[in-house]
């Protein structure tokens, strides 16, 4: 194709990238530097006030903490539960991995809030877990599940783990079994070879799951507003609180500690697990 | 085998018995709860029923957000798509530095936390004076941007130039050569691409949550509002169905169409 002509190709969806993308996000970096203004969307005079009452804040300081501490419990969960599952799956003959791939991946194209809903009917008061136990006798009254930080984590964990399982998978599966033998044949044991070989060998899928799962928790505003209730706000919680008082230039300040949070994780697993050392890495 | 090999199996069944349990019983509880006779969701279930069906078609939020959001799907899958296309085909046969940048700003959307981009356009189009529609339809078109350029890349990328130069050689010009060789041949990404984009578009909460406005609701937000103002009745359940009912239409078309090993490898 001649050159000439091809730039035309770019020019529309690079203007979409730019326009909707690009300047939206430095205009709000833009904001976080101004003063609050009564009167206009942000005041006149520059400065790092909202920054340094965000950091300097303990009320600030402990929603960051509860954030990273409830990202951290999901984070491991996936990992945990999501490890083994993704290995059984990769193991599968090609079809079934396909169905199993398949079964996981259908609750990611639902949208996000009928799947905390189902969470909500399962753990309020009249939900299903609270009649259950108490037709089975094992309680009396019902119990607060609902609201509680645990609803958080368990729900936004199933919701997310599929990345993490998907992700695992695909690189277990396409990992070549013959270092495993390898590492048999040289004799050593399954939990040896398992550690040394297939986990090394899978930290791409690792890494791609993990960091998945990190950022969809950060920006998980409505499973965390429905399960969380009023009183398990995180740091999306208070970035909207902020919109809807129309406290713009302190909202872009708590979106930018967001986004802060988001690009060290990601620095620090890219640094941690360095996936681009495993050569030919599977997608 | 020996005894940790066969402990270890054992521990991978049960991981994944209670993960497809955890990931499932929640969607399902939706589904069967959507059909209840009842007012409030009992398990096992009384009855079959659509009077919450009725319900929900009955009631104009529900019923206008269902509809603004297939419009919106419809029409921002398509835009992304579009533009996604243009995107791959002009970065399909580049490298270099510059390739390299376009092609992570294109893919951007896909990690950038997308709660940011609603604060963020929703401040934009305060400043600009943005109307309501357009806004939120420009956004999905953004979030859905890099669904339609990644299958298509990975497409053109397939794509043996050769085709293209004959087409060219045999005396077509750009255009021809793009609508009788190129586009045949890239054709399973785009549409795969679309289908993502629609799917993408259609359950979109975080740049929506911002940029919705009085009477101009999707679903996902209706149904995040119903949820929080009015409680967990079961017309919400016959909503949550509704939406999952049209996600495994797609499915269905994206399996019979392109397959789906193509869909479990392109997340």
């Not at chain 1, 877990?129 to 037709?135: A, E, G, H, S």
């Not at chain 1, 996936?275 to 890495?281: E, K, L, S, Y």
Request: charged fraction near 10%.
């Amino acid at each position: 194709m001649k050159a000439k002509w091809t730039w035309f190709l770019l020019a529309p969806p690079l203007a979409l990238a730019l326009v909707f993308f690009v300047v939206p996000v430095v205009y709000l970096f833009w904001v976080s530097l101004h003063a609050a203004s009564s009167s206009e969307l942000y005041g006149a005079a520059l400065t790092l006030r909202n920054y340094a009452d965000v950091l300097g804040d303990s009320f600030y300081l402990g929603i960051v903490r509860r954030t990273l501490g409830v990202a951290a419990v999901i984070l491991g969960l996936c990992l945990v539960v999501g490890y083994p599952v993704a290995y059984f799956v990769a193991l599968l003959p090609p079809r079934r991995r396909m169905l199993a791939l398949l079964v996981l991946l259908f609750p990611l194209m639902v949208s996000n809030v009928v799947r905390a809903y189902g969470w909500v009917a399962l753990l309020e008061r009249r939900g299903v877990v609270n009649t259950t136990l108490r037709d089975l006798g094992i309680i009396d009254a019902p119990l607060d599940l609902l609201y509680t930080t645990s609803a958080v984590v368990v729900a936004l964990m199933t919701i997310l783990l599929p990345y993490m399982v998907i992700s695992i998978a695909n690189t277990l599966a396409a990992l070549d079994r013959r270092y495993e033998e390898a590492a048999q044949a040289l004799g050593a044991g399954p939990v040896r070879t398992f550690l040394h070989v297939t986990l090394p060998l899978s930290t791409p899928g690792i890494a791609s799951g993990t960091l998945l799962v990190f950022l969809l928790t950060l920006s998980a505003y409505v499973t965390i507003t429905l399960l969380g209730g009023p009183r398990s706000k995180l740091l999306v919680s208070l970035i909207y609180d902020n919109v809807t008082a129309f406290q713009w230039p302190r909202a872009a300040a708590l979106a930018f500690v967001l986004l802060a949070l988001a690009l060290a994780f990601t620095g620090l697993l890219l640094a941690l697990l360095r996936p681009g050392r495993v050569q030919g890495a599977g997608r | 085998m020996s005894a940790t090999r066969s402990g270890g199996s054992v521990l991978r069944g049960v991981a994944t018995v209670v993960a497809f349990t955890l990931i499932v019983v929640p969607i399902a509880m939706v589904v069967v709860a959507a059909f209840s006779p009842k007012d409030f969701f009992q398990f096992p279930p009384p009855g079959f029923s659509l009077r919450w069906f009725v319900e929900f078609f009955r009631l104009d939020n529900m019923r206008g957000a269902f509809a603004l959001s297939v419009e919106l799907a419809l029409a921002s899958a398509t835009i992304a798509t579009m533009l996604g296309t243009l995107a791959a085909l002009f970065l399909a046969r580049r490298g270099g530095t510059v390739a390299a940048l376009l092609q992570s700003l294109f893919l951007a959307p896909l990690v950038f936390p997308t709660i940011i981009l609603g604060v963020a356009l929703l401040l934009l189009y305060k400043t600009i004076g943005m109307p309501v529609l357009p806004g939120l339809l420009l956004a999905h078109c953004v979030v859905g941007l890099p669904y339609g350029f990644r299958t298509v890349l990975a497409s053109a990328q397939a794509l043996d130039p050769a085709l293209e130069e004959a087409g060219e050689s045999l005396g077509a010009g750009p255009l021809r050569t793009f609508f009788l060789v190129t586009l045949p041949l890239i054709w399973p990404g785009v549409l795969s691409g679309w289908l993502f984009a629609f799917i993408v578009s259609f359950g979109e909460l975080n740049t929506a949550l911002f940029l919705t406005g009085p009477g101009v609701t999707t679903l996902p937000i209706e149904i995040f509002s119903y949820l929080q103002f009015q409680g967990s009745q079961l017309v919400i359940a016959a909503a949550s169905t509704v939406q999952i009912a049209l996600i495994v239409m797609l499915v269905a078309v994206i399996e019979r169409v392109v397959g789906i090993a193509r869909i479990t490898r392109a997340r």
